[in-house]
């Protein structure tokens, strides 16, 4: 590192891209996606309608969405050997581990994997988008000794990811609110997780190791893996007073509570957390039983309280997951499934507009030389 180098741990305020897929515009309060607001979009749009936006150009008429949903169905269908390569697998392998093998494993079916063309990456990103779910579904039934659920034709997308993971058609409102899940999960600008799959994409190489990195980098608790820890957080609770309680003592022990705050918001609410929680208010009431929602509440008024701190959306899409009937462990690899189309348009930028990353160091370890060779 020179002089005229900066360095920002853990890349805090820097800028590593330019993009014209998103942006967190903290000073509106929006969550920009190719133009439109993803909260405001969230109030009439649905996933699909992302997918035609994220991949394609602008937003869909009901004619191009149909043909996005077709597009979709036509890949269903996982090869069955990646079903038998996920047959392998310890049972107690993690479904987010599993997912990474079978993201990995789909590559060898791809028989022009080193052409990154627009057209072939975007035709990869359907595939992706159709196959993943069956293989976030699939690998976990596989895992539980359960029987595997293929998708069904006469289902929505979303309605199908649900029904492949829970074995039961979906209601009409059951699957709506799953849909807005998956609308609000689906891009986030610069997270870890794209990061990752942009800088594996720049050494171009192919979409199925950018985003077999990109799973690595969701599992972790900081990032995607926090709404799977929230939900344990809640259940091990059991009551509002043992919640706060719980938080209370986390707190004094210096723990971070999983679900709050953010590097981007810090300490401003995640905009999406607002609409989950008005999803989880919903779910409460269809299902007359309001505990989990009044759980939140309490937490967050703790939270505020103690540290000035707002929840994310894995906070409230923790317990709409697990009023949906869906595991725990299938948490973060959905949250991945419904990031697959942000991660594929950004994936295809970097190789429309290549330029390698490869950032330099801040040196902290020894000199053993005393011959100086200028500076590199
Ligand atoms: C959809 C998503 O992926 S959103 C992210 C999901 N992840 C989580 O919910 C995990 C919990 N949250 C966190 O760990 C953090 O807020 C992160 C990782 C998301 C962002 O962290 P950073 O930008 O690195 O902030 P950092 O960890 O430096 O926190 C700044 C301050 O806030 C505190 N803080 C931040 N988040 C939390 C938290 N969840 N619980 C308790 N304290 C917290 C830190 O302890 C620190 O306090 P200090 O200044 O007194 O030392
Ligand atoms: O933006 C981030 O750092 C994490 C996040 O909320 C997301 O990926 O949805």
Redesign the pocket.
């Known amino acids: 590192m020179t002089d005229t180098m900066t360095f920002s741990p853990?890349l805090?305020g820097v800028v590593a891209a330019e993009t014209a897929i998103s942006l967190l515009d903290t000073v509106l309060g929006q969550i920009v996606i190719k133009g439109y607001d993803l909260i405001e979009l969230s109030k009439t749009k649905g996933y699909l309608d992302i997918v035609h936006l994220l991949l394609e150009d602008g937003l869909p008429t009901e004619a191009e969405k149909a043909d996005v949903e077709a597009k979709l169905k036509a890949e269903y269908d996982l090869p069955e050997d990646v079903m038998k390569v996920l047959q392998l697998l310890p049972e107690e392998t993690h479904p987010m581990d599993a997912l990474r093998t079978g993201i990995s494993a789909l590559a060898g079916y791809d028989p022009t994997i080193d052409h990154h063309t627009l057209a072939a990456n975007k035709a990869r990103a359907y595939k992706l988008l159709s196959q993943i779910p069956e293989i976030i579904a699939n690998s976990y039934h596989i895992l539980q000794k359960e029987e595997t659920v293929r998708p069904l034709n006469e289902l929505s997308y979303s309605a199908n990811f649900l029904y492949m993971i829970t074995g039961k058609k979906p209601t009409n409102l059951e699957a709506s609110i799953f849909d807005q899940s998956l609308l609000l999960?689906s891009e986030?600008e610069m997270?870890n997780s794209t990061f990752t799959a942009r800088v594996i994409a720049s050494t171009l190489s192919d979409i199925y190791g950018a985003l077999t990195g990109a799973v690595a980098s969701?599992k972790g608790?900081?990032?995607?893996g926090?709404?799977e820890?929230?939900m344990h957080m809640l259940l091990g609770a059991g009551s509002v007073e043992a919640f706060e309680t719980l938080l209370e003592k986390r707190?004094q022990n210096?723990?971070?509570?999983?679900?709050?705050?953010?590097?981007v918001y810090?300490k401003k609410i995640?905009p999406r957390a607002l609409v989950m929680k008005d999803e989880l208010k919903a779910l409460c009431e269809l299902k007359g039983d309001d505990l989990l929602y009044r759980m939140c509440e309490a937490g967050e008024k703790v939270?505020e309280r103690e540290?000035g701190?707002y929840p994310?959306?894995?906070?409230y899409a923790a317990p709409v997951y697990s009023m949906l009937g869906i595991p725990i462990p299938l948490f973060t690899p959905i949250?991945f499934g419904a990031r697959t189309v942000g991660l594929c348009a950004h994936i295809i930028e970097q190789h429309e507009n290549n330029r390698l990353f490869r950032p330099r160091v801040h040196y902290n370890g020894e000199r053993h030389s005393h011959q100086s060779t200028g500076e590199l």
């Open positions: 853990g805090e999960y986030h997270p969701l608790n900081l990032h995607g926090a709404n820890a929230v707190l210096k723990e971070k509570i999983m679900g709050f705050g953010h590097r810090m995640d939270m540290k701190l994310n959306l894995d906070y949250f």
